[in-house]
C-alpha cells in the first residue's frame, strides 16, 4: 500500500433492535426495494475487490453483533491508494422492518485543515447503529463513476489488510506536512524531521499527540504505531517575541484575536521569591462584556523555560500560579483553544496578573447615571449593540427597574407583543450586575416585558448597580432602533 494512501471508513458501534431479516431476504424501504444478491462480507477478512459501473449497484451484507464495534473502509479514486478507478456512494440500511434508511458516508469526504494535512476524518469516521442482538446490515455501493474499488470489514481501526498509519500536523505552521505512513500494525518509524514546513517566529522542537500537551517525540526517532492517529509538530517560541503588550499589576488588558491576528503576547517583569497570579475572562468562564475566545495560556521566562501551559480555558476561577525563580521578564501567549474547541478560533478576551490571589475587579464600562424616577432614552445602533447605565442603592431597600422597547420576532416568526408607549423601535433584554459583577437579574428572552412588570431586587450592600441593555438575541443583526429605561423605589411605573 502506498504512502499515500487515503482510506475511508466507519466505525459502528451495536447496542441492539430487533433484526428479522436473514441475509437474502427481500425488503422494501424509502425509495428502493432489494431482492438481489449480495456479497458477504466477514470482519477481519481483509478487501473485497470489484469493479462497477457507473449508475450500477453492488450489494454486500456483514454480521453484526451486539456490544461490538465494527469499521467499514472503502478504497475508490476519491479516497484510497491511488490505485482505483472508480467513484462510489456507500449507504448502510440497517432496520429495514421498520422502513428506516441510514446513509453514513457519501462521495465527497471532507477534511483538510489550515495547515494543510488531512484530518482523521478523512480517512475512517465514527457511527454508532443500535442492536439487540445478533443481525445482518446491508452495504449498498453506488457508483458515479465506473472503474474498481474495494471494501472491507473490520473490528478495530485497522484497515482490513492489518494496516495502520501516523499523519503528520504542521501545527499552524505553513508548507507541505510530511507524508502519511502506514506500516502493518505494531511496526515502528522514523519521525521525520522539519524539512518544507515552517513557523514564524518559532523552532521546530519535534512532534506530539496534542497541539498542546503530551509526550514530546524527537525527529529521528523510532515510534511504534499501533493505531491510525496524528501527531501534531512542536512548536517553540523564539523569545523575546516581537513586541509584546507590557501588563500592569491588577489592571485588566482586553484582547482580541482574528482571522490574521492568531496569537497575542504580553509581557511583566517578576521578582525572584514572588508569587504571581495570571487571571483571564474569557468564552469559557468569566463576566462583562461577553468575552468570546476559548482562550489558550502560555508563559515562558525570557530564557525559554516554559513556566504553565493551560489548555483547559479556566483562568477567572483557578488561576496560573507561579513564584518566580530568577528576576527577569515573564512572556504570555494568548492563542484559540485549538484542543478542546472547534473553529472559529477568534473572539475576545481580557488578561492580567497579580501578585494576590484575589482576582483583580474588572472595570465597568462607561455608563450613563440614571435618576430615580425618570426615563432615559437610548438607542441601539449598528455598531453599539449595547448600553450601559448604573445608579446608587442603599442596603435593604428595594429597586424597580422599567424599560420602553418595542416587539420583537422569535426565530418561527411569531411576534411577541413588548408593551410600551408605542414609540420605541427595537425589542431589548435588559440585566443588572452589582459593582462586583454579582449578577442581580436578567430579563427573560421570550416573556418578560419591563413595562406593566418591573424586574424589583432589594439591595444586599450600599454600592452601584450596573444595568445593560442589549439588543435582544432574536432581533434581526444589525437592526437599529430606541428604546428608554428607567429605576424607581416605588412600585408605580415613572410617568
Not at 71 to 82: E, I, K, P, Q, R
Not at 222 to 249: C, G, K
Not at 280 to 300: H, I, Q
Request: hydrophobic share 30%.
Amino acid at each position: 500500500m502506498k504512502d499515500k494512501i487515503k482510506l475511508t471508513g466507519i466505525i459502528i458501534s451495536i447496542t441492539v433492535i430487533m433484526f428479522l431479516t436473514t441475509a437474502c431476504d427481500s425488503f422494501k424501504n424509502a425509495d428502493w426495494t432489494f431482492t438481489g444478491d449480495h456479497i458477504p462480507l466477514t470482519v477481519g477478512g481483509g478487501w473485497t475487490e470489484n469493479y462497477i459501473n457507473s449508475g450500477d449497484d453492488i450489494w454486500y451484507s456483514f454480521t453484526t453483533y451486539s456490544s461490538s464495534s465494527l469499521f467499514l473502509w472503502t478504497n475508490d479514486s476519491n479516497n484510497g491508494d491511488d490505485t482505483k478507478s472508480a467513484k462510489i456512494r456507500v449507504r448502510i440500511y440497517y432496520s429495514p422492518i421498520n422502513n428506516e434508511e441510514k446513509k453514513f458516508i457519501d462521495d465527497s469526504v471532507s477534511g483538510s485543515n489550515s495547515s494543510g494535512n488531512p484530518e482523521m476524518d478523512s480517512y475512517y469516521r465514527k457511527y454508532y447503529l443500535s442492536n439487540n442482538n445478533t443481525s445482518t446490515s446491508y452495504i449498498r455501493v453506488t457508483a458515479t463513476r465506473s472503474g474498481s474499488f474495494a471494501i472491507g470489514i473490520s473490528s478495530s481501526a485497522v484497515t482490513p489488510d492489518g494496516k495502520v498509519a501516523v499523519f503528520f500536523n504542521i501545527n499552524r505552521g505553513s508548507g507541505t506536512a510530511p507524508s502519511p505512513q502506514w506500516v502493518s500494525q505494531g511496526d515502528s518509524i522514523t519521525l521525520p524531521g522539519e524539512s518544507g514546513f515552517s513557523r514564524s517566529g518559532y523552532t521546530f522542537g519535534g512532534w506530539r499527540y496534542s497541539q498542546h500537551y503530551s509526550e514530546i517525540y524527537n525527529a529521528g526517532d523510532s515510534y511504534e504505531v499501533n493505531s491510525i492517529h496524528t501527531l501534531y509538530a512542536v512548536w517553540i517560541p523564539n523569545l523575546p517575541p516581537a513586541s509584546p503588550i507590557p501588563l500592569t499589576n491588577a489592571e485588566w488588558k482586553d484582547g482580541e484575536i482574528t482571522a490574521s491576528v492568531t496569537e497575542i503576547w504580553y509581557s511583566f517583569t517578576v521578582t525572584e521569591g514572588t508569587d504571581y497570579y495570571v487571571w483571564w475572562n474569557s468564552a469559557y468562564r468569566g463576566v462583562g462584556l461577553r468575552k468570546t475566545l476559548y482562550a489558550s495560556v502560555t508563559a515562558w521566562y525570557e530564557n525559554g523555560d516554559q513556566i504553565f501551559v493551560s489548555w483547559w480555558d479556566d483562568g477567572w476561577d483557578s488561576p496560573c500560579q507561579f513564584t518566580a525563580t530568577s528576576n527577569g521578564m515573564v512572556y504570555v501567549r494568548v492563542e484559540p483553544n485549538y484542543d478542546n474547541y472547534s473553529p472559529p478560533y477568534t473572539g475576545t478576551f481580557a488578561i492580567v496578573y497579580s501578585t494576590s490571589n484575589t482576582r483583580p475587579q474588572v472595570p465597568f464600562p462607561p455608563s450613563t447615571a440614571l435618576t430615580n424616577g425618570q426615563w432615559t432614552d437610548g438607542d441601539i445602533t449598528a455598531s453599539v449593540g449595547e448600553r450601559w447605565y448604573s445608579f446608587p442603592v442603599t442596603a435593604g431597600a428595594t429597586y424597580h427597574v422599567w424599560w420602553n422597547d418595542d416587539t420583537w420576532s422569535s426565530p418561527d416568526g411569531k411576534n411577541w407583543t413588548r408593551e410600551g408607549d408605542g414609540k420605541k423601535t427595537i425589542g431589548v433584554t435588559v440585566s443588572a450586575y452589582s459593582s462586583d459583577w454579582i449578577s442581580v437579574f436578567e430579563s427573560e428572552e421570550v416573556s418578560h416585558t419591563g413595562w406593566t412588570t418591573p424586574q424589583s431586587f432589594t439591595a444586599d450592600s450600599n454600592g452601584t448597580v450596573y444595568v445593560k441593555v442589549q439588543r435582544h438575541p432574536w432581533e434581526e443583526n444589525p437592526r437599529t432602533g430606541t428604546f428608554a429605561i428607567a429605576y424607581s423605589t416605588t412600585s408605580t411605573r415613572p410617568k
